[in-house]
Protein backbone atom coordinates (compact mmCIF):
# COMPACT_ATOMS: atom_id res chain seq x y z
CA UNK A 1 0.00 0.00 0.00
CA UNK A 2 0.99 3.71 -0.58
CA UNK A 3 2.59 5.42 2.33
CA UNK A 4 3.44 8.96 0.87
CA UNK A 5 0.13 11.39 0.77
CA UNK A 6 1.02 11.59 -3.33
CA UNK A 7 0.74 8.28 -3.91
CA UNK A 8 -2.30 8.04 -1.74
CA UNK A 9 -3.89 10.20 -3.54
CA UNK A 10 -2.86 8.91 -6.99
CA UNK A 11 -4.26 5.75 -5.77
CA UNK A 12 -7.41 7.06 -5.27
CA UNK A 13 -7.30 8.44 -8.68
CA UNK A 14 -7.01 5.48 -10.02
CA UNK A 15 -9.42 3.28 -8.60
CA UNK A 16 -12.04 5.75 -9.44
CA UNK A 17 -10.81 6.20 -12.93
CA UNK A 18 -10.54 2.80 -13.35
CA UNK A 19 -14.52 2.46 -12.15
CA UNK A 20 -15.12 4.70 -15.19
CA UNK A 21 -13.20 3.65 -17.90
CA UNK A 22 -14.99 -0.44 -16.98
CA UNK A 23 -18.21 1.37 -16.56
CA UNK A 24 -17.66 2.84 -20.64
CA UNK A 25 -16.16 -0.33 -21.95
CA UNK A 26 -18.87 -2.32 -20.35
CA UNK A 27 -21.50 -0.15 -21.82
CA UNK A 28 -19.98 -0.67 -25.32
CA UNK A 29 -19.45 -4.16 -25.48
CA UNK A 30 -22.96 -4.50 -23.72
CA UNK A 31 -24.16 -2.56 -26.92
CA UNK A 32 -22.25 -4.11 -29.64
CA UNK A 33 -23.97 -7.97 -27.84
CA UNK A 34 -27.37 -6.43 -28.04
CA UNK A 35 -26.74 -5.61 -31.95
CA UNK A 36 -25.06 -9.20 -32.73
CA UNK A 37 -27.84 -10.67 -31.19
CA UNK A 38 -30.35 -8.64 -33.50
CA UNK A 39 -28.50 -9.66 -36.11
CA UNK A 40 -28.81 -13.42 -35.49
CA UNK A 41 -32.17 -13.01 -35.05
CA UNK A 42 -32.31 -11.75 -38.56
CA UNK A 43 -34.64 -8.80 -37.63
CA UNK A 44 -33.73 -5.78 -39.85
CA UNK A 45 -35.41 -2.89 -38.32
CA UNK A 46 -34.12 -3.90 -34.69
CA UNK A 47 -30.57 -4.31 -35.33
CA UNK A 48 -30.84 -0.78 -38.08
CA UNK A 49 -32.31 0.51 -34.75
CA UNK A 50 -29.53 -1.19 -32.41
CA UNK A 51 -26.59 -0.32 -34.91
CA UNK A 52 -27.54 3.51 -34.66
CA UNK A 53 -27.45 3.25 -30.93
CA UNK A 54 -24.23 1.16 -31.01
CA UNK A 55 -22.50 3.12 -33.17
CA UNK A 56 -23.08 6.37 -30.60
CA UNK A 57 -21.79 4.11 -27.74
CA UNK A 58 -18.50 3.42 -29.96
CA UNK A 59 -18.11 7.28 -30.74
CA UNK A 60 -18.70 8.33 -26.87
CA UNK A 61 -15.61 5.41 -26.00
CA UNK A 62 -13.18 6.70 -29.01
CA UNK A 63 -14.19 9.92 -27.16
CA UNK A 64 -13.36 8.42 -23.69
CA UNK A 65 -9.74 7.30 -24.70
CA UNK A 66 -11.40 3.73 -24.25
CA UNK A 67 -11.17 2.46 -27.75
CA UNK A 68 -8.62 3.92 -30.73
CA UNK A 69 -10.28 5.55 -33.46
CA UNK A 70 -9.47 3.30 -36.08
CA UNK A 71 -10.82 -0.08 -33.99
CA UNK A 72 -14.23 2.35 -33.67
CA UNK A 73 -14.36 2.56 -37.23
CA UNK A 74 -13.49 -1.05 -38.12
CA UNK A 75 -16.30 -2.24 -35.54
CA UNK A 76 -19.25 -0.32 -36.97
CA UNK A 77 -17.71 -1.09 -40.81
CA UNK A 78 -18.47 -4.50 -40.27
CA UNK A 79 -21.38 -4.44 -38.36
CA UNK A 80 -23.00 -1.70 -40.96
CA UNK A 81 -21.89 -4.45 -43.39
CA UNK A 82 -23.53 -7.21 -41.59
CA UNK A 83 -26.89 -5.02 -41.63
CA UNK A 84 -26.80 -4.14 -44.71
CA UNK A 85 -26.57 -7.89 -45.47
CA UNK A 86 -29.32 -8.72 -43.76
CA UNK A 87 -31.30 -6.23 -45.56
CA UNK A 88 -30.43 -7.74 -48.83
CA UNK A 89 -31.15 -11.50 -47.73
CA UNK A 90 -34.35 -10.35 -46.43
CA UNK A 91 -35.48 -8.35 -49.84
Known amino acids: MANH ?3 LKRARQTEKKTAVNRANRSR ?3 SLRS ?3 AIAKGDHT ?3 EQLRLTT ?3 DKSVQ ?3 LHDNTASRYKSR ?3 R ?3 LLVKAA
Do not use: T
Request: charged share 20%; hydrophobic share 50%.
Open 5 to 7: VSS
Open 28 to 30: VRG
Open 35 to 37: LRE
Open 46 to 48: AAQ
Open 56 to 58: SAL
Open 64 to 66: KGI
Open 79 to 81: LNA
Open 83 to 85: VKA
